[in-house]
């Protein structure tokens, strides 16, 4: 069996158990029925945190390879976080490729592996969500900002909180 067919019968397993069993604090489905390969997906702000009560957009694409390789996620809502680049693409260590670091900053533990499922996936972004890491941020302005002006960073977080409240 090719791997394009492995990763399509796994995403629809994945997608139908996430249709009986729906986890808290985000729901997904397709963009369209026909490409099993992107996903949309709705994080909710995790409570007691700065996003608390907002509905986050995003889209998961997922390779033909998948799972050997990791999917991209990309918010289509606002987003301000120093681990999220300003066109909405996540950087989190379990998104990037599996195996060592070019740059050494992550160990090839912390990055990608097929264990992930789009469960673990938006798990992870919802923890990021909670506690950023400004130690190799993906939005170096958002990094400093909530480092150094926390005020501002909470600001533009509620703009975005309520903009995305707005469009839910």
């Not at 990309?74 to 950087?91: D, I, L, Q």
Request: proline residues 9%; negative net charge.
């Amino acid at each position: 069996m090719g791997s394009a067919s492995q990763a399509n019968l796994l995403l629809q397993k994945q997608l139908k158990d996430l249709c009986k069993r729906p986890v808290d604090g985000f729901s997904a489905g397709l963009v369209d029925d026909s490409n099993i390969y992107e996903w949309s997906v709705t994080i909710i702000g995790p409570p007691d945190t700065l996003y608390d009560g907002g509905y986050f957009n995003a889209i998961m694409s997922f390779p033909p390879n998948y799972p050997n390789s990791p999917p991209t996620v990309r918010f289509t809502s606002e987003m301000w976080h120093p681990n999220v680049y300003s066109n909405g693409k996540v950087c989190i260590s379990i998104l990037h490729p599996p195996g060592e670091d070019p740059n050494g900053y992550e160990l090839a533990s912390e990055r990608w592996t097929p264990v992930h499922t789009v469960e673990s996936i938006l798990l992870s972004i919802i923890s990021m969500l909670s506690s950023p890491n400004d130690e190799s941020p993906a939005n170096i302005d958002a990094a400093k900002e909530w480092r150094d002006k926390k005020d501002e960073f909470k600001k533009k977080v509620s703009r975005c909180v309520r903009r995305s409240q707005e469009m839910f």
